[in-house]
């Protein structure tokens, strides 16, 4: 009787210690009981009334691990805690125990995925609470190049982004230049700047500062021709007004030729009949010979005004006719001049491009560039995959895919090529836009 006592007292406590245990499972990893069972994660289920069932259980990619006799439960979706619950409580169901007791706890969860831009891609071991910028770390860090073939393509993208440097400084100052010319060949006030010009303007100083020096090149220019003109035209004036002054003392010396030779025909007649003296008729006809000594150096004087005139509008005309022709002749080296530019701005875009297509950590690495990092986690939901945009601090969990890229932008001016580029020169300040040539 004792023993039967003592047996049945020993299996009481056994089943309180059962149930004790079956309510407090085992948690999940970092012994988090929040943690959600997924496909793929290692189990380690212990059953205490049938330790023989106890071991290492893997859930399917269905969901569901499978325990004889109970057969299979679905796991996904559960905690540890409710997994052991749904067990103890198929055992009761089956009839096989009414207090069975058992225990979940995690071995091993699904791994994370990390490919892309990194040193090491691969698969890597879950730890709980591990971020974006932490999965990256276990792969390596960022993708760092050391190929020797690669260090030969940076070198190359080093000396080709010099060189677009300053093709493009130089393609900016032909433009402004022939700008500038066109403006002068119509005598204009202010320059009509291309829009890539009077665009980079707003944010580059040094292309602002080209565009004010330029203006004060016309304006400058343009003074200067005015100032020419004008006293070429000030010159013709003067000479038209000594013409004109000429010209009315001609006309002057004219009434006063006629006057005296009216004069002088009655002294003869007078001087005839003896009424006046000799003297009368010699001085009228000296007088006569005075007033038209004088009108010849007056219409001397026209002539030589005349001259002149002629000359200071041919000085005039060759004054327009030299500007002109400079202008053409400016004109027409610029645009040969943006041409050749052209040409060597296209050229070291498409190596440049050959170069990020090749190899684009070389291009990011670049001083002026900024690395862009695009991160995508590829998370499995409610059986889709979905993915979406992260930050380096996002949590990731169990059997997320974590994509790596880097994309290749020059500073502050991420959106701003303007449609036929490909490629955004590096160069100092927030903008530099690699124009689009158009060849006149």
């Known amino acids: 009787m004792k023993t039967s006592a003592a047996l049945a007292t020993t299996r009481i406590l056994l089943s309180l210690v059962l149930s004790c245990a079956a309510l407090g499972s085992s948690t999940a990893v970092g012994a988090d009981p929040d943690y959600i069972l997924r496909a793929d994660d290692k189990l380690k289920i212990k059953i205490f009334q049938f330790p023989e069932l106890s071991g290492e259980y893997t859930i399917t990619a269905s969901g569901t691990i499978s325990v004889p006799p109970i057969g299979e439960i679905t796991a996904s979706g559960l905690s540890a805690t409710d997994l052991s619950k749904q067990i103890s409580s198929r055992f009761i169901k089956a009839g096989i125990s009414d207090k069975p007791g058992a225990t979940v706890e995690v071995l091993e969860s699904r791994p994370i995925y990390v490919f892309g831009d990194v040193q090491k891609p691969g698969e890597y071991t879950y730890r709980r609470g591990v971020t974006v910028l932490q999965a990256i770390s276990l792969a390596g860090g960022w993708y760092r190049p050391t190929d020797p073939g690669l260090m030969r393509l940076e070198r190359e993208a080093i000396s080709i982004r010099g060189d677009m440097r300053g093709f493009i400084r130089r393609y900016y100052y032909f433009a402004a230049e022939r700008a500038r010319l066109n403006a002068e060949m119509g005598l204009k006030t202010d320059i009509e700047f291309p829009p890539e010009l009077t665009q980079t303007a707003m944010s580059d100083p040094a292309v602002a500062q080209l565009l004010e020096q ?25 000479y038209q007004m000594e013409i004109e002054t000429a010209s009315r003392q001609v006309a002057a010396s004219k009434t006063q030729t006629e006057s005296v030779e009216k004069e002088l025909k009655e002294v003869r007649l007078l001087l005839a009949r003896n009424l006046v003296p000799v003297a009368r008729q010699s001085n009228l006809e000296r007088l006569q010979a005075e007033i038209e000594t004088a009108r010849q150096g007056y219409q001397a004087q ?5 001259e002149n005139v002629t000359q200071i509008e041919e000085k005039i005309f060759e004054l327009k006719n030299q500007r002109q022709s400079a202008l053409v002749r400016e004109l027409e080296k610029v645009g040969l001049d943006l041409e050749e530019v052209g040409v060597k701005i296209d050229t070291s875009r498409g190596l440049m491009a050959e170069v ?19 991160l995508t986690v590829v998370r499995a939901q409610d059986g889709k995959s979905v993915a979406f945009d ?5 949590e990731l969990l169990p059997g997320d895919v974590l994509k790596v890229e880097k994309s290749i932008v020059p500073s502050g001016v991420a959106g701003r090529m303007r449609p036929g580029s490909s490629f955004l020169a590096p160069g100092p300040g927030p903008s530099f836009l690699v124009p689009t040539i158009e060849h006149d």
């Not at 990020?356 to 695009?374: G, H």
């Not at 992260?390 to 996002?394: I, K, L």
């Open 214 to 238: 330029e203006r004060s090149f016309l304006h400058t220019n343009i003074d200067a021709f005015s100032n020419q003109l004008e006293a070429f035209e000030k010159t013709r004036a003067l």
């Open 302 to 306: 026209i002539l030589r005004g005349q």
């Open 356 to 374: 990020q297509f090749t190899a684009p950590s070389v291009v990011s690495r670049m001083s002026d560039i900024t690395e862009s990092r695009i």
């Open 390 to 394: 992260a930050g380096e601090s996002t």
